[in-house]
């Protein structure tokens, strides 16, 4: 009996010291099925714990990929930029489309903040680098490495969600550019369809000479279109399940 409690007092503890980010992690993960999320976990893991949280390569991920590697969904994959709430709006009243942040790696970790520490075996929440404050911290390089990976499974016809409220709505800067569209690759997809959201005093749209950049970077044998629409479609398709997916914009 005495052993029995001392084992369920220390299963407590030990519960309780597990993280509220790891207990995050793992709820989150367990929404899909026939995953081994402590197996999951671990290789996270072991990309930042112990390390500098300036020094934390995008390499430093890549046995995360082989843990949980993206399936391809040809014709649904929806990518974005500038564009997070409208597109995610969308997609969680709609299954038309999965973006990053709907799959596993994305959904479990889309919102927070984590980074190891030299000489320590933990995972810390404060105190971490923002994403510009050094170029090779964890979360950036793990945004830059599990968005490749998104991008190097894009198959059949693939939606991008730009924002036509800004200047440049094709920024060379941003994740979609400067890491997805140059995986892109003619042998899997066949069209890139992109969808301008336009709000009330739009900035750009389907004519920015941005977008220039964007036909010219892309692999020769991928067909681009673009479709202004305005944000009110966009929400209106999210909140009618008669619409039909393809009848949206
Ligand atoms: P984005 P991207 N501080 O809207 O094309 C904290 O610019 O780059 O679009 N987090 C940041 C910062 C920052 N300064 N900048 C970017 N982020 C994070 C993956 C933040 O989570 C998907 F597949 C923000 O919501 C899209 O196709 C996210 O990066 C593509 O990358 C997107 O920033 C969107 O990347």
Not at 48 to 67: M, R
Not at 78 to 92: A, L, N, P
Request: charged share 20%.
């Amino acid at each position: 009996i005495v052993i029995v409690i001392i084992a369920v007092v220390l299963g407590l503890t030990l519960r309780q010291n597990k993280s509220e980010f790891k207990s995050t992690f793992l709820s989150r993960c367990e929404k899909f099925n026939q995953t081994d999320c402590q197996k999951v976990w671990d290789a996270f893991e072991q990309a930042y714990v112990n390390k500098d949280p300036c020094k934390v390569a995008v390499e430093a991920y890549d046995p995360l990929i082989v843990a949980a590697p993206f399936k391809p969904q040809c014709n649904r994959m929806m990518f974005w930029s500038k564009t997070k709430d409208v597109v995610h709006g969308f997609t969680e009243k709609r299954d038309c489309f999965v973006t990053l942040e709907d799959t596993l790696l994305g959904s479990v970790l889309d919102g927070l903040t984590w980074c190891g520490k030299e000489g320590s075996k933990g995972t810390f929440t404060t105190g971490c680098p923002g994403w510009s404050e050094c170029e090779n911290n964890p979360v950036r390089s793990f945004w830059r490495r599990i968005s490749a990976a998104f991008a190097d499974v894009a198959c059949g016809d693939v939606t991008a969600m730009l924002s036509g409220s800004i200047d440049t709505p094709f920024n060379p800067t941003s994740i979609f550019a400067s890491i997805e569209v140059v995986r892109f690759q003619a042998s899997r997809i066949k069209s890139l369809n992109v969808v301008m959201v336009l709000q009330q005093n739009a900035k750009s749209n389907c004519t920015d000479p941005s977008l220039k950049n964007l036909r010219q970077t892309l692999d020769t044998g991928i067909t681009y279109s673009c479709k202004d629409v305005p944000e009110s479609r966009i929400q209106e398709c999210g909140a009618k399940p008669e619409i039909a997916c393809g009848a949206c914009w």
